[in-house]
């Protein structure tokens, strides 16, 4: 199992363009996650999907998008880059379960620079 | 001893003592928690868990304690290895969602 693969891992976007980041498991999970990492800080939830075909709002969605078509993949789509998101960008997923039944697992990330 | 650096706290401990990282949450309503290490340039990765009906639960080297009243965590590792050098987050989940809210981190540091 190659279990959470994201791409692309670098990017170096201008101010206004739009790109997609890629999230795909291969462990079946239901629950999949987006967090974003800015230096030297914690992780801040950007948006969720318990399912194909649901999605939530994190703590900080706003600049993003995403959609949940299949069960593998959860792409972020970022609609007019802005410096304030530059960030590594972290995908996971979590087993089907209840709530309390433990671990995210966690992509390598992808670090995104907006210049 | 414990600092405080320009974003993330840090604690410095002797190769083979024991480590305390603390984690304060905020939401009253959180009745899981998880505890993960990031080392440089990877994700975070799963160390330990405990839900609000436990004071206190033990791995291999590891331990939780849970403590509602002040709404505090702690992980103690124990002989603490240059392996254990990483930040270390508490995420918190609060009844009825399924959205994991990450604290802050500490970065620890073991020296030889």
């Known amino acids: 199992n190659a279990g959470v693969t994201q791409t692309p891992k670098f990017r170096i976007l201008k101010i206004g363009q739009s790109m997609t980041l890629q999230c795909t498991q291969d462990?079946?999970?239901?629950?999949m996650y987006w967090y974003r990492q800015d230096p030297g800080m914690g992780l801040k939830l950007i948006y969720y999907?318990?399912?194909?075909?649901?999605?939530d709002k994190g703590e900080v969605p706003n600049g993003y998008n995403v959609s949940r078509s299949t069960t593998e993949d959860f792409p972020l789509r970022l609609e007019l880059a802005a410096p304030s998101q530059t960030s590594v960008y972290f995908c996971?997923?979590?087993?089907?379960?209840?709530?309390?039944?433990?671990?995210?697992?966690f992509g390598e990330g992808s670090r995104l620079t907006v210049l | 001893g414990e600092s405080v650096g320009l974003h993330l706290p840090t604690l410095s401990v002797q190769e083979g003592d024991n480590s305390i990282i603390n984690c304060a949450y905020s939401n009253s309503a959180s009745d899981y928690f998880i505890w993960y290490k990031q080392e440089s340039g990877k994700g975070p990765q799963f160390i330990i868990d405990i839900r609000s009906n436990m004071d206190k639960r033990q791995g291999q080297r590891v331990t939780v304690l849970l403590n509602k009243t002040v709404k505090h965590l702690s992980l103690q590792i124990a002989a603490t290895q240059p392996g254990d050098s990483a930040v270390y987050f508490c995420?918190?989940?609060?009844?009825?969602?399924?959205?994991?809210?990450f604290g802050t981190g500490t970065r620890l540091k073991v020296l030889a």
């Open positions: 995420a918190e989940n609060a009844g009825g969602t399924y959205k994991y809210i």
């Open positions: 462990m079946n999970h239901n629950y």
């Open positions: 996971a997923s979590k087993r089907t379960g209840g709530r309390s039944t433990g671990e995210l697992f």
């Open positions: 999907s318990v399912g194909a075909g649901i999605t």
